[in-house]
């Protein structure tokens, strides 16, 4: 897994095959909660790209998927946005994490 430290998620988006992405936030108890289990899910599936973002310091990075609520998981495949979700639970990372490897 990776945190980005600049705002280019189009760009790893543009040169990976799969991408998984938490958008979080340091003021977000949520987040800080569910990036362990983001992490150990990265190392579990190592062929995909695994990046946290901060929704707050990387603006354009945040616009590639729609983030309403933190923290937001969104699954990106052949430089689209396939699926994505909101909330703080293990399934929902499964959910879209499935979402992208199925096809």
Same mark, same amino acid.
């Given at each position: 897994?990776?945190?980005?430290?600049?705002?280019?998620?189009?760009?790893?988006?543009?040169?990976?095959?799969?991408?998984?992405?938490?958008?979080?936030?340091?003021?977000?108890?949520?987040?800080?909660?569910?990036? @362990? %289990?983001?992490?150990? +899910?990265?190392?579990? *599936?190592?062929?995909?790209? /695994?990046?946290?973002?901060?929704?707050? #310091? &990387? @603006? %354009?990075?945040?616009? +590639?998927?729609?983030? *309403?609520?933190?923290?937001? /998981?969104?699954?990106?495949?052949?430089? #689209? &946005?396939?699926?994505?979700?909101?909330?703080?639970?293990?399934?929902?990372?499964?959910?879209?994490?499935?979402?992208?490897?199925?096809?």
């Amino acid at each position: 897994m990776i945190e980005l430290a600049e705002d280019n998620l189009d760009q790893i988006v543009a040169e990976n095959e799969i991408v998984m992405v938490q958008y979080g936030a340091s003021w977000c108890g949520n987040c800080r909660l569910t990036k @362990p %289990k983001f992490k150990r +899910l990265s190392g579990e *599936n190592t062929n995909i790209k /695994f990046v946290y973002v901060d929704a707050e #310091k &990387l @603006p %354009k990075s945040r616009d +590639l998927a729609e983030v *309403n609520n933190l923290p937001t /998981f969104a699954g990106f495949k052949g430089g #689209k &946005l396939v699926q994505q979700a909101q909330g703080n639970k293990g399934e929902i990372i499964n959910e879209v994490l499935n979402a992208v490897t199925s096809n």
